[in-house]
Structures are given as structure tokens and as C-alpha cells.
């Protein structure tokens, strides 16, 4: 029987990253994979999606044209070459990786693995069944999309995550059920598309845990695009016939769309793994870990969607790196304090830290800064003069407690408030590093600037308390 230092369950952006620092660690390893490397993330999640959002994003530019001079007629879509754009990119990437894993020495088992008692991993391919030794072993199986049996999911009329990202067609209409972020990111997707959508949340707003002000804006750009939300309503029945779905709301209305989209969420992958015959302890289908991502059976670690925790491919890929580190006699544990998170809508919103109302939940002293894109050299050079950036920081210390940014490019702003705060820095620090001009970070620097009440190209409340004083 092969053994190995390290077995890795699972290929996902938690699974393949855990391989590869093993080996850079200097251990022998393997993975045992199912399916395509990359898990959900790269095959049926954010890759696919984000392709998806660009080319809505490109849509959206092109209609706008005018106003930069370019007068173009009216865009077409022809929805199987974006179809066939989100699948190469989405090959090229998996084919990396493939790469990635070779050149680094790690063996590829295709197969289900499943623990079979400490030190133990079965791999059942077909009907071959395989078995393996490994000192340490960590479980990256990633999760999947939540199939409530009170919904009739079929796969061609009413469709989960999955399903909808293989189509080749634009359907002429789509009732999106889940308020969420990955209902929000199809709203928008397809709302730009051309899609006549109808998205429907059973709790009193979109987006639960994002910030308020956030949300509005994306609220107000569902209205522009024609996308229907309706909060605080649930569905209560599916019915498919004649190549159409009818909806009943508990509302009393009742919708015929083309397809339904079911978007309640996501589970852990966890069926099917030997887990609770082999003493690892799970809850509600999620693997319970500790701070050091340890399970219950010694030598054994769980990272990424598996866990229950937050079910981010980026939040996987660090706890690799954790993980890893304590199977191979480190004594390291998770910090989740400075997790970016973002939604990919039109426009995207990103958060880390606390939002506004956490404060407020915690009784937290703070300041908030903000500043509007309508305010930024470049953002109405770019014409996307949408969305604002907030920055929160303690009364005391002027410690970053958090922040969001909704508008164009926050996906990849809100990496500079999560490293300042990462690194401690005070929101004055923030303010004072200079940052180039013109670009879209200054509204970071402005923002943490007005928190300090020293913003240049905003008046603040402070600003006009003086000048009132004086008048």
C-alpha cells in the first residue's frame, strides 16, 4: 500500500493550494479528486460566473457608449459564444492547475476518497476501489448547492447554480429564488443580458449580512435594469408544464417564467466520506473543527466549505496554508478578522471588518468616512461616477474596524483596507499614504481622510461646524 506524508481530499481552491504548500513544506503528497480539479469554484462557481459578469459588464459599457463619443447600434447577444468564452476560460484554468499539481510532484487519484480509520483513505472509482496510507490527512470537499425537497428541481426547467451555468441559451425569462449573494450575482448577470428577471427573497432584504447603504445602490440598479425583487415573500409552490415554470408567491401571485432558478445556498460535500463511522464528529453536515482546523480524529484537518464556515474560495485556499502548517508540526490558528468579502454585481460590493450596523449591535464608538464615486477624477473619466466608499474606525484609536465599497472595481479596492487593517494601521495611517493620482484608491484615501475629518475634495461635518462657528 502507497503512503504518503499528506493526503489531500479534495482538488478545490482548498484542496489544490494545501497540496502544493505540502510539497513546498517538503512532504510527499497526494489528491483524490472525483471530479475536475479547481472544485466549485473553478468549474461551476466563481470563474464561470465572474466570466459571465464581465461580459454583462462589457454589455453594459457598450450601451453607454454615446456617452464617451462612440456612437455604436443597438448590441446583440449571441449567448452560446459567451457560453462557449465562459467554458474556455474555465478549461485554460483547470489545465493550469492540472500543470500546477504535476510540476510539483503530487499524485492525482480519481476517485471518491473516503476515511477509513486513522491514517486510512479508500478511493472507489467506478467499481475499482483503491486504498492509500497517509501520516496526515485533510478533508477540502467543498460544498454543494442546496436542493430544498419542497422545490421539484429537474435540471432543465427548474435549476440550481449548477444547471444554469451550462446552459447555451439565454432563457427570455428567469424567477430567481434566494436573495443572496449568488441570486444577486444571476440577477445582475442576466437582468443585463436581456433577461426579464424576478427575484424573489423570503427574509425582509437582499443581502442580509452586507451593509444597508451597499445594498441600496445595488437595489436602485436592479430597478434601472428592469430586474423585479420582491422582499419578505416566499414561494410556495413550483409547477413545470409545457416547457414553462408557474410560480405561486405567498403574495397571492402567481408567475409563468421560462426557467427558475433555485439559488437557497450552498451545503457541505460531506456525504459519503466514512466521516462519522471513522469518530470525526459533524454537525448539521459540516465538519466540526477547532481554531488550529483540527476534526476530531487526530491527524485529520478539514478546510474550506466542508467546515460550514464561511464559504469563500479565498477563506479555503488560507486555511491551506494554516492547515498544512499545523499537520506538518507548526501551531498556527485562523484569524478571520480581515476577510475581504465581495458580491459581483453591476455594481460589485465589497465589505471587510464590520459593517455600520455591527457597530451599532456592539455598541462600538466609531467614525465613518465616505466618499462618492461622482467625486473621482477617474471614475467619471471611466463613466462609472456610481457607488460610494465607506471606511469605519474607532472613536478611541482610530483602529480600522471595517469597511464597504459598492461600485466599479471594489472587488479589487477593498484589498487595500484589508491589508492596512491586517497590518494594523490606523485609519490617519491609511490617510497618509499617498496614493497615485488619478485612480480609483484615492477614494480610499479620501474616505479614511474624512473619517480624521480632513478630507480635501469633500466638505465635512467638521468643516462646516468651523465655518458656521465663524459666520
Same mark, same amino acid.
Given at each position: ?266 451545503? $457541505?460535500?460531506? +456525504?459519503?466520506? %466514512? #466521516?462519522? *463511522?471513522?469518530?470525526? /464528529?459533524?454537525?448539521?453536515? =459540516? ?59 453591476? $455594481?460589485?460590493? +465589497?465589505?471587510? %471588518? #464590520?459593517? *455600520?450596523?455591527?457597530? /451599532?449591535?456592539?455598541?462600538? =464608538? ?106
Amino acid at each position: 500500500m502507497i503512503e504518503f506524508d499528506l493526503a489531500v481530499i479534495g482538488a478545490g481552491p482548498g484542496g489544490y493550494v494545501a497540496a502544493i504548500r505540502g510539497v513546498q513544506k517538503g512532504a510527499k503528497v497526494c489528491v483524490i479528486e472525483e471530479d475536475k480539479v479547481g472544485g466549485t469554484c473553478l468549474n461551476r462557481g466563481c470563474i464561470p460566473t465572474k466570466a459571465l459578469c464581465s461580459t454583462a459588464h462589457t454589455l453594459e459599457r457598450i450601451r453607454h457608449a454615446a456617452a464617451h463619443g462612440i456612437l455604436v447600434e443597438e448590441p446583440r447577444i449571441d449567448y452560446a459564444l459567451v457560453a462557449e468564452r465562459k467554458d474556455k476560460i474555465v478549461a485554460t484554468l483547470v489545465g493550469g492547475i492540472e500543470q500546477l499539481l504535476k510540476g510539483n510532484g503530487i499524485e492525482v487519484f480519481r476517485g471518491r476518497g473516503s476515511i477509513e480509520g486513522p491514517g486510512r483513505v479508500k478511493i472507489r472509482c467506478k467499481d475499482v476501489v483503491g486504498h492509500i496510507r497517509a501520516k496526515q490527512i485533510i478533508l477540502a470537499t467543498g460544498s454543494v448547492s442546496a436542493r430544498p425537497k419542497a422545490l421539484p428541481i429537474d435540471g432543465k426547467n427548474i435549476l440550481t447554480s449548477d444547471e444554469i451555468l451550462a446552459i447555451k441559451e439565454l432563457p427570455k425569462s428567469l424567477l430567481i429564488i434566494g436573495g443572496g449573494y449568488i441570486g444577486c450575482e444571476f440577477a445582475s448577470i442576466f437582468g443585463t443580458l436581456g433577461t426579464e428577471v424576478t427575484l424573489v427573497e423570503q427574509l425582509p432584504q437582499l443581502l442580509s449580512y452586507t451593509d444597508r447603504q451597499a445594498v441600496r445602490e445595488l437595489e436602485k440598479a436592479f430597478r434601472e435594469s428592469g430586474v423585479k425583487v420582491h422582499t419578505g415573500t416566499s414561494v410556495e409552490s413550483l409547477e413545470v408544464g409545457d416547457g414553462a415554470v408557474s410560480a405561486r408567491l405567498s403574495s397571492g401571485e402567481t408567475l409563468n417564467v421560462e426557467k427558475a432558478l433555485v439559488a437557497v445556498g450552498r451545503v $457541505p460535500n460531506s +456525504a459519503g466520506l %466514512g #466521516l462519522e *463511522e471513522a469518530g470525526i /464528529k459533524v454537525e448539521k453536515g =459540516a465538519v466540526v473543527v477547532d481554531e488550529r482546523l483540527r476534526t476530531s480524529l487526530e491527524n485529520v484537518y478539514a478546510i474550506g466549505d466542508v467546515t460550514g464556515g464561511i464559504q469563500l474560495a479565498h477563506v479555503a485556499s488560507y486555511q491551506a496554508a494554516v492547515a498544512v502548517d499545523n499537520a506538518l508540526g507548526g501551531d498556527v490558528r485562523v484569524d478571520y478578522s480581515t476577510v475581504p468579502s465581495v458580491i459581483f454585481t453591476l $455594481p460589485e460590493i +465589497a465589505q471587510v %471588518g #464590520l459593517t *455600520e450596523e455591527q457597530c /451599532k449591535e456592539k455598541g462600538l =464608538a466609531y467614525r465613518a468616512g465616505r466618499f462618492a464615486y461622482q467625486a473621482s477624477g477617474k471614475a467619471l473619466c471611466d463613466g462609472e461616477p456610481r457607488g460610494s466608499v465607506k471606511v469605519l474606525a474607532a472613536e478611541a484609536d482610530g483602529r480600522i474596524l471595517g469597511a464597504v465599497i459598492a461600485g466599479n472595481e471594489a472587488s479589487s479596492l477593498i484589498s487595500e483596507i484589508s491589508t492596512a487593517m491586517h497590518n494594523g494601521l490606523s485609519v490617519a495611517e491609511l490617510a497618509h499614504a499617498i496614493h497615485a493620482h488619478p485612480t480609483l484608491p484615492e477614494m480610499i484615501m479620501e474616505a479614511a481622510e474624512d473619517c480624521e475629518g480632513v478630507a480635501v475634495h469633500k466638505v465635512s461635518r467638521k468643516t462646516r461646524e468651523r465655518a458656521s462657528s465663524k459666520n
